[in-house]
């Protein structure tokens, strides 16, 4: 299994930057593509696609969101920070099936 | 407008049964993968499985977790994609989601969840 590993929290003041970060157990680019994605998860809520194959931002996305990476190594960036972002972030491979990281909550400083 | 229902969760004892639906509209149906994925409360999404599109031949795949328990099937007539869950544990306790797979890779629709409880 491709075991994801995030930080369970990130503390940032609205209006900064946020990055959070989600390193794989194995690599999971290939020649072509980096497969890994970044969903957003309020409460009571079902997750949300925010970021497609590392970078690409999912239809409706705000353009404050990003994320760039590849190998094992892996970004989502918030810039700037907004009131509404306050939620938690998991990270999904699709190189081998699927697995989800712990999940990164982001709260205020 | 693409919209995912689950439906059939509740209060199940261990080792009881339980099938969950998953009605689809709003795309073609058989053009997607579908997948199941839960969450235990407070815990991570943890993917159970998926079925393939008509093109490969509506084939499955399971988390090795849950592999000979639980069970993808899909209605095309109906659009309704259904998780039959057997044997169930006290870990299986969690909110259940239907998703849309882009491609094999990601999931960019979530149903609304459907909660699992299994409890004596």
């Known amino acids: 299994d491709i075991v994801l590993t995030q930080s369970p929290a990130l503390a940032v003041s609205l209006g900064q930057r946020a990055t959070i970060s989600c390193r794989a157990s194995q690599s999971v680019s290939t020649s072509s593509y980096n497969l890994m994605h970044w969903y957003q998860q309020k409460p009571g809520e079902q997750p949300k696609l925010l970021i497609y194959?590392?970078?690409n931002l999912a239809s409706g996305i705000p353009v404050r969101f990003s994320g760039s990476g590849s190998g094992t190594d892996f970004t989502l960036t918030i810039n700037p920070v907004q009131a509404d972002d306050i939620a938690t972030y998991y990270c999904q491979q699709s190189r081998e099936l699927y697995t989800f990281g712990a999940g990164t909550k982001l709260e205020l400083k | 407008e693409v919209k995912l229902l689950e439906s059939g969760g509740g209060l199940v004892q261990p080792g009881g049964s339980l099938r969950l639906s998953c009605a689809a509209s709003g795309f073609t149906f058989t053009d997607f993968y579908m997948s199941w994925i839960r969450q235990p409360p407070g815990k991570a999404p943890e993917w159970l499985g998926v079925?393939?599109?008509?093109?490969?031949?509506?084939?499955?795949e399971y988390n090795p977790s849950v592999k000979g328990r639980f069970t993808i099937s899909r209605d095309n007539t109906q659009n309704i994609l259904y998780l039959q869950m057997n044997t169930l544990r006290a870990e299986d306790t969690a909110i259940y989601y239907c998703?849309?797979?882009?491609?094999?890779?990601?999931?960019?629709?979530w149903g609304q969840g459907v909660m699992v409880t299994v409890s004596s």
């Open positions: 079925i393939r599109n008509k093109a490969n031949g509506y084939t499955t």
């Open positions: 998703a849309r797979c882009m491609g094999i890779d990601y999931f960019d629709y």
């Open positions: 194959d590392a970078s």
